[in-house]
């Protein structure tokens, strides 16, 4: 991570990392989703609640499991636990030894589709596992999320927004303002384009505009934390086999359940 990065991120509390994949990684990333397109489910309650700037006709498909899929179709996700660019910025700002918490998860969305009221915020995490501070000259946060973007975020497509700053806010985001209802010209659409990555800090009020864009959006989402803390239940799922036995090594440790990670 260098400096320049490191201002953005302690001032606004994300960062786009622009062309991190190339196409034919997007793509392969792509096909084998497509591959596994039937699994996707809709989210089974609103995510725009009470909001009514948020509202759609339709409600947002998930899809998971992917780092236990079948070869080949596991590889390319299994490659984004460590990719070079986006571990630069994650050793900066979770320290060295970081660890996935939970994900990888796709989040898709037609046309039409519904936003997801925005959440976090300074104040309203409170738990050690969501903080953010500086001290000792580096920035210490918890639960972070690495999103990949499979499908381009142009400007009034929707997706994925922000109020920059709201990380270090000390006082209560209004609820109009969660809705999206009120103060609008204070959350930020980040357009990107697949290939590119969002990093940020789930202490920054976030949430998902409706979906106006004519193909589907694809994003994929890691939710990193520092090798010592959990978020989730800690460790994965091994419900699926030991998947992680044919992981390579580096892969293989940011899997492990937390504890000190010294190197
Ligand atoms: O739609 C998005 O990308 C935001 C997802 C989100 O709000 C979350 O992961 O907590």
């Not at 490191?6 to 991190?20: H, P, R, S, T």
């Not at 725009?48 to 499991?65: P, V, Y």
């Not at 596991?74 to 571990?87: G, S």
């Amino acid at each position: 991570m260098n400096e320049d990065e490191k201002y953005l991120f302690d001032l606004n509390g994300y960062l786009v990392l622009k062309e991190i994949l190339n196409d034919q990684e997007v793509k392969r990333l792509n096909a084998a989703i497509d591959v596994h397109s039937d699994e996707m489910q809709e989210i089974d309650r609103s995510l725009a609640s009470d909001s009514k700037a948020m509202q759609g006709t339709s409600r947002r498909l998930d899809l998971g499991g992917m780092l236990s899929w079948d070869q080949p179709y596991c590889e390319p996700f299994r490659e984004l636990l460590v990719q070079p660019r986006v571990k630069s910025i994650l050793d900066g700002i979770l320290g060295i030894g970081f660890r996935l918490d939970h994900g990888p998860g796709l989040i898709a969305m037609e046309k039409g589709c519904e936003g997801g009221k925005l959440h976090g915020g300074g104040v309203e995490r409170g738990d050690i596992s969501e903080v953010y501070f500086y001290k000792n000259d580096r920035i210490f946060t918890g639960l972070t999320v690495v999103e990949y973007l499979l499908a381009d975020e142009g400007k009034g497509d929707g997706g994925v927004a922000v109020i920059p700053g709201s990380h270090k806010a000390n006082v209560k985001c209004p609820e109009d303002l969660l809705n999206w209802d009120k103060y609008q010209e204070h959350v930020h659409e980040v357009n990107a384009k697949a290939g590119d990555v969002i990093i940020f800090t789930e202490t920054l009020t976030h949430g998902t505009l409706p979906w106006t864009g004519s193909h589907q959006r694809r994003a994929l989402l890691y939710k990193f934390s520092p090798g010592t803390v959990s978020y989730g239940a800690g460790s994965h799922d091994i419900s699926y086999g030991d998947y992680i036995q044919t992981m390579t090594d580096e892969q293989r440790m940011v899997m492990e359940s937390p504890h000190l990670r010294r190197s």
